[in-house]
T-cell receptor
């Protein structure tokens, strides 16, 4: 019940195209859903995050779509650029003190944007 | 500049050696975490801490141990390294009082045990 399932495992997109990565969760108590971006040799960095009280959040070219009833959320990267090539991780957590705010990560998606 | 640091970045060591991976943050965060990540794979939480003198085991069982004597420092120790410990180890921190749970990650230590 603590799992977060992410797909696809890898994704190749042409420059200017839309990249879409999907995640599904089981624990309905999760209340924080971030996406992290990781470049080779670096630690992950927060890209964008959403709480379950909204269905969409947009920051620049990055949008999270959230479907609470389906227990799914997705990352959309508009006008994908070669510099977006990285591994993307979705995650979920309980923002409760006694849970320690532990993040449960998805399996990761390796995105390659071709010029 | 507020940041989170890990040393060493790369470590190649023989079986049976004792190693300590260092992690320090200058953001004044109360919560700190250690994750284990195999190449191209998901992150698994192995240890976390709410603050000084607080340590907890994570979701993935690990033979490593941690300590939290100072707020800014959260070292991880392996008493006797084995080839099965070969992996990347990521340290992270977050603000205990934050409304969200943004975790800030260090660059990682890539450990190879021969």
């Amino acid at each position: 019940q603590q799992q977060v399932k992410q797909s696809p495992q890898s994704l190749i997109v042409q420059k200017g195209g839309i990249s879409i990565i999907n995640c599904a969760y089981e624990n309905t108590a999760f209340d924080y859903f971030p996406w992290y971006q990781q470049f080779p040799g670096k630690g992950p960095a927060l890209l964008i995050a959403i709480r379950p009280d909204v269905s969409e959040k947009k920051e620049g070219r990055f949008t999270i779509s959230f479907n609470k009833s389906a227990k799914q959320f997705s990352l959309h990267i508009m006008d994908s650029q070669p510099g977006d090539s990285a591994t993307y991780f979705c995650a979920a957590s309980l923002v409760l003190y006694n849970q320690g705010g532990k993040l449960i990560f998805g399996q990761g998606t390796e995105l390659s944007v071709k010029p | 500049e507020a940041d989170i640091y890990q040393t060493p970045r790369y470590l190649v060591i023989g079986t049976g050696k004792k190693i300590t991976l260092e992690c320090s943050q200058t953001m004044g965060h109360d919560k700190m975490y250690w994750y284990q990540q195999d190449p191209g794979m998901e992150l698994h939480l192995i240890h976390y801490s709410y603050g000084v003198n607080s340590t907890e085991k994570g979701d993935l069982s690990s033979e490593s141990t941690v300590s939290r004597i100072r707020t800014e420092h959260f070292p991880l120790t392996l008493e006797s390294a084995r080839p099965s410990h070969t992996s990347q180890y990521l340290c992270a921190s977050s603000d205990l009082t934050g409304a969200n749970n943004e975790q800030f990650f260090g660059p990682g230590t890539r450990l190879t045990v021969l």
